[in-house]
C-alpha cells in the first residue's frame, strides 16, 4: 500500500538557519506529493505540491522537488522565520473514483526561535 | 476563502453516549467531504470519504456502524460516535473539496479533539 514516511521532530532552529524536512514515500504508480502545514490552532493548510517527478513545488520560501529515483520529497527553506513555527505533513495522493484520497506521513513540529 | 470550519473545537462526553461533530465549508460548496482521526504523534488517517446526498465510504477497519457520517447538503457533513468509548478519544479533523475545483484540492477544518471519560 502508499505510506509516506517523514523525519521525525520535534526540530528546533534559529531565525535564519536552513532547514530541511526528509520525506521518502511508497506508492504504485504516479502519485501527486504535497507538503501540509497545520500553524496552532488552525486545519492544515497546503503549502507546496508536485504532480509529476522532477516537478519543484515552491511557495513561501520554501521548496521541494519531486525526486521519483530515490522516492524523496524533503522540504528546504534557505531561512526560517519565527512565523514558520508550525507543525508540518508530507503527504501522496491517490487517484479513487474522482476524488483524492490522502495518504499523510505523521508529521514534523518545527520550532524557530529568535 | 475557501475556509472550512469544525463544531465543537472539543468536546468531553461519558463513555456510552454519543457525540456528534460538524463539519461546515463557510464560503463554498463540497462535493465531497472526508474524516480523519489522529491520533497523538501519528499520522491523519482517512476514516471515511462521504458526497452530498449519498451513503459515506469507509476505509477498511472503521466500523461504519460506530461512526456514523451524514452530508445532508454541500456544506455541512456530520461525524456522530455513538456509544464513545474511552479509545475513541482522538483529534477528528474534516476536509472538504470544492465543487468547482479541478485539481481536487482538500481544506482542512481545525479539528476536534474528543475525550471520553
Known amino acids: 500500500g502508499n505510506s509516506v514516511t517523514q523525519m521525525e521532530g520535534p526540530v528546533t532552529l534559529s531565525e535564519e538557519a536552513f532547514l530541511t524536512i526528509n520525506c521518502t514515500y511508497t506508492?504504485?504508480?504516479?502519485?501527486?506529493l504535497f507538503w501540509y502545514v497545520q500553524y496552532p490552532g488552525e486545519g492544515l493548510q497546503l503549502l507546496l505540491k508536485?504532480?509529476?517527478?522532477?516537478d519543484k513545488g515552491s511557495n513561501k520560501g520554501f521548496e521541494a522537488t519531486y525526486r521519483k529515483e530515490t522516492t524523496s520529497f524533503h522540504l528546504e527553506k534557505g531561512s526560517v522565520q519565527v512565523s514558520d513555527s508550525a507543525v508540518y505533513f508530507c503527504?501522496?495522493?491517490?487517484?479513487?473514483?474522482?476524488?483524492?484520497?490522502?495518504?499523510f506521513g505523521t508529521g514534523t513540529r518545527l520550532t524557530i526561535i529568535p | 476563502g475557501a475556509v472550512v470550519s469544525q463544531h465543537p473545537s472539543w468536546v468531553i462526553c461519558k463513555s456510552g453516549t454519543s457525540v456528534k461533530i460538524e463539519c461546515r465549508s463557510l464560503?463554498?460548496?463540497?462535493?465531497?467531504m472526508f474524516w480523519y482521526r489522529q491520533f497523538p504523534k501519528q499520522s491523519l488517517m482517512l476514516m471515511a470519504t462521504?458526497?452530498?446526498?449519498?451513503?459515506?465510504?469507509?476505509e477498511q477497519g472503521v466500523e461504519k456502524d460506530k461512526f456514523l457520517i451524514n452530508h445532508a447538503s454541500l456544506t455541512l457533513s456530520t461525524l456522530t460516535v455513538t456509544s464513545a468509548h474511552p479509545e475513541d478519544s482522538s483529534f477528528y479533523i474534516c476536509?472538504?473539496?470544492?465543487?468547482?475545483?479541478?485539481?481536487?484540492?482538500?481544506?482542512f477544518g481545525p479539528g476536534t479533539r474528543l475525550t471520553v471519560t
Open positions: 476536509s472538504a473539496t470544492p465543487v468547482e475545483v479541478s485539481s481536487y484540492e482538500q481544506y
Open positions: 506508492a504504485t504508480g504516479y502519485p501527486s
Open positions: 508536485a504532480t509529476k517527478a522532477d
Open positions: 503527504a501522496l495522493s491517490r487517484r479513487w473514483f474522482g476524488n483524492e484520497k490522502l495518504t
Open positions: 464560503d463554498f460548496q463540497a462535493t465531497t
Open positions: 462521504s458526497n452530498e446526498g449519498s451513503k459515506a465510504t469507509y
